[in-house]
């Protein structure tokens, strides 16, 4: 059973950088029947696709937030990071790192982490 | 990119009674090898969201029967024959044929009356 847990600090200054890491147990984020990333849900609203990889060592943005953030990997340590600078008070959200599967023609986001709320306030 | 909109973003239904949540997709999510690229999640209050139905009608592992799928193209609902006060979270479709970028509707408010 595969279990993904999000660490970092949960309050960030204004037009500093948020820094969160994802630690993946019980599987390897370097396998082929994944993408790894992370998804963003601000106080009472929906979800925001922030940025994903791929074990080839691709990485994709949400265009709408390409600019300020970045993600990446720590193989030996079975960890990804995420990067988002230049933060106001719209980024405050649960952050959620997931893993979606890929392999045999499926899709699906089939394990979450249990999400970390990050503030940003001065 | 694709943009998804759920309706409605509101539902008060009664236990027993069946209900039913519409998404739909600015671009077709039907791929060239016959499958709808759509998933369906349940996030319950202070949980992450969990999948319910992925490719468009396939429950997963572990899902109600009274949850199904159904849909293709760009038109998706998904409905439960017989509503439980279990149910109640918000319903969110997300497509994934764009990958790797995943796009969510606006997510679904189910309440009980």
Known sequence: QVQLQESGPGLVKPSETLSLTCTVAGDSISSSSYYWGWIRQPPGKGLEWLGSFYYSGSTYYNPSLKSRVTISVDTPKNQFSLKLRSVTAADTALYYCARRRVDYGLSLIDDWGQGTLVTVSS | ?113
């Open chain 2, 1 to 113: 990119d694709i943009v998804m909109t759920q309706s409605p973003l509101s539902l008060p239904v009664t236990p027993g009674e069946p209900a039913s949540i519409s998404c739909r997709s600015s671009q077709s999510l039907l791929h060239n090898n016959g499958s709808n690229y759509l998933d369906w999640y349940l996030q319950k209050p202070g949980r992450p969201p969990q999948l319910l139905i992925y490719l468009g009608s396939h429950r997963a592992s572990g899902v109600p029967d009274r949850f199904s799928g159904s849909g293709s193209g760009t038109d998706f609902t998904l409905k439960i024959s017989r509503v439980e006060a279990e149910d109640v979270g918000f319903y969110y479709c997300m497509q994934v044929l764009q990958s790797p970028r995943w796009t969510f509707g606006q997510g679904t408010k189910v309440e009980i009356k």
